[in-house]
């Protein structure tokens, strides 16, 4: 498989998750051919290749804007109604911890703002979201159902909920 070689070459892959939602097998089946289908969004095999994922919303080319949701297919590769049993494609699924550093420091590298945005540090812009639950202490299956009550960009609040 060609995954091998992007690491060879320093290359980084800027995908989507949303785009990967099983809902949407149909549409990739169409587009790439079923012979091409199994590999689709091979998450796993990038990181285990040692290459960068670089994670966005694809808005507004996408199915929704929330984050949340790619974060869920990225985690789970199933629909929010659990479709299919399993995960489409479920070796690619990757963790919780590497779904959301391809969000945040890896969107940061691959807009080349590494040395300001990306983590929570001293010097860096206060970019940041407060979550209505600990995505680490609830079942992935429920990652879709986490809200976002605030969020802070360059130390700013630009949103808030009104039941924050």
Same mark, same amino acid.
């Given at each position: 498989?060609?995954?091998? *070689?992007?690491?060879? *070459?320093?290359?980084?892959?800027?995908?989507?998750?949303?785009?990967?939602?099983?809902?949407?097998?149909?549409?990739?089946? +169409?587009? %790439?051919?079923?012979?091409?289908?199994?590999?689709?969004?091979?998450?796993?095999?990038?990181?285990?290749? +040692?290459?960068?994922?670089?994670?966005?919303?694809?808005?507004?080319?996408?199915?929704?804007?929330?984050?949340?949701?790619?974060?869920?297919?990225? %985690?789970?590769?199933?629909?929010?109604?659990?479709?299919? %049993?399993?995960?489409?494609?479920?070796?690619? $699924?990757?963790?919780?911890?590497? @779904?959301?550093?391809?969000?945040?420091?890896?969107? @940061?590298?691959?807009?080349?703002?590494?040395?300001?945005?990306?983590?929570?540090? $001293?010097?860096?812009?206060?970019?940041?979201?407060?979550?209505?639950?600990?995505?680490?202490?609830?079942?992935? +299956?429920?990652?879709?159902?986490?809200?976002?009550?605030?969020?802070? %960009?360059?130390? +700013?609040?630009?949103?808030?909920?009104?039941?924050?």
């Amino acid at each position: 498989m060609a995954v091998e *070689r992007f690491h060879q *070459r320093g290359l980084e892959t800027s995908m989507q998750p949303i785009h990967a939602d099983p809902g949407t097998i149909d549409v990739w089946s +169409k587009a %790439v051919g079923e012979q091409r289908l199994p590999l689709s969004f091979p998450w796993a095999s990038f990181l285990q290749n +040692k290459t960068k994922l670089v994670f966005g919303s694809d808005w507004p080319a996408c199915i929704s804007l929330n984050p949340i949701r790619g974060i869920h297919n990225a %985690v789970n590769r199933m629909t929010t109604d659990g479709k299919p %049993v399993g995960g489409w494609i479920p070796t690619q $699924k990757i963790s919780l911890q590497d @779904a959301l550093y391809a969000y945040t420091a890896g969107a @940061a590298y691959g807009s080349f703002d590494e040395q300001e945005k990306g983590y929570l540090k $001293k010097g860096y812009l206060a970019d940041m979201i407060v979550l209505s639950q600990d995505l680490f202490l609830i079942p992935s +299956k429920d990652i879709h159902t986490t809200q976002v009550l605030l969020t802070i %960009v360059g130390g +700013k609040e630009v949103y808030r909920t009104p039941s924050f």
